[in-house]
């Protein structure tokens, strides 16, 4: 279904339209759910490349797309990739959306969550803290 709502509003509205790009992530998720950890990276970079064009880098939606590609990058166990990712969308919700933001929390979590699974448990713990 997800496939379908994405190639219909590829046809009707274009590549880059908002409905568009979150189609792609919607598709990104259930594949990432499955397992197919590289599929969903291609879709979650093709939504980060258009929100990033169209709403620009520090958008939270843009920052949803990075923060979701964190977490397939992590699957897919590139590892610095992820990192760079989850540091990428944690300083750009809180910038945008304070640190008390739920955003902001979710992705604390999501870094710590990596941090943990590559044994760095100080920096883990700072963050959980």
């Known amino acids: 279904m997800y496939r379908r709502a994405l190639e219909g509003y590829e046809k009707a509205l274009g590549p880059e339209h908002p409905y568009t790009l979150a189609s792609l992530g919607n598709l990104g998720s259930v594949l990432g759910s499955m397992g197919r950890y590289e599929e969903a990276d291609a879709m979650y970079r093709r939504a980060l490349e258009g929100r990033e064009k169209v709403l620009g880098p520090e958008h939270p939606n843009t920052l949803a797309s990075v923060n979701k ?60 803290r």
Do not use: D, F, Q, W
């Open 69 to 128: 590609l964190g977490l397939v990058l992590k699957g897919l166990s590139k590892y610095e990739e992820a990192e760079a990712m989850h540091r990428r969308a944690l300083e750009g919700y809180e910038k945008a959306l304070g640190p008390e933001h739920p955003y902001t929390l979710t992705s604390i979590g999501n870094l710590r969550s990596l941090l943990e699974c590559l044994g760095r448990y100080e920096e883990a713990e700072a963050l959980h």
